[in-house]
């Protein structure tokens, strides 16, 4: 027991590659996304999309201290997190937002293609 709580103490500490706090939100016309990321900047967050995969990267970045750090429980280094969207999305017209520490991506669904019937040539 005293492995595994060493362990996870050190995950949290080494700033080991994580995953950041999630919610996936489905609306009629859009899946919305939206990840706890305290203290991550602009430049260092990197979202791609690829088919139904949405794909979060970055990285929290150890401030200077000027002080012995005695507790640390705040993570750091390098995160990631994928979703497989359950529909397809139009990538093309997502928007991505980051504001008080939260990212918000809002990814239109794809307009779903109608059934028509196909007339046989004499």
């Known amino acids: 027991m005293e492995e595994f709580v ?5 995950d949290f500490s080494t700033g080991s590659r994580w995953s950041p ?7 009629d016309d859009a899946f919305i996304v939206e990840a706890d990321l305290p203290g991550v900047a602009r ?6 999309w690829s088919g ?3 794909t979060i ?3 929290v970045k150890e401030r200077d201290r000027r002080g ?15 979703v497989t969207l359950p529909a397809d999305i139009d990538g093309d017209n997502a928007t991505a937002d980051l504001r008080d520490g939260v990212l918000t991506i809002t990814a239109p669904k794809t307009h779903a293609t109608k059934t028509r019937r196909i007339e ?3």
């Not at 706090?21 to 609306?27: A, G, I, K, T």
Request: proline share 2%; net charge negative; hydrophobic share 25%.
């Open 21 to 27: 706090p999630v919610d996936l939100e489905e609306s």
């Open 43 to 48: 430049d260092d967050l990197t979202i791609d």
């Open 57 to 59: 990267h970055g990285e």
């Open 6 to 10: 060493r362990a996870v103490r050190d």
């Open 52 to 54: 139904r995969d949405l």
């Open 68 to 82: 012995v750090l005695r507790r640390q429980t705040r993570r750091t280094g390098s995160f990631g997190y994928t």
């Open 120 to 122: 046989l040539s004499n």
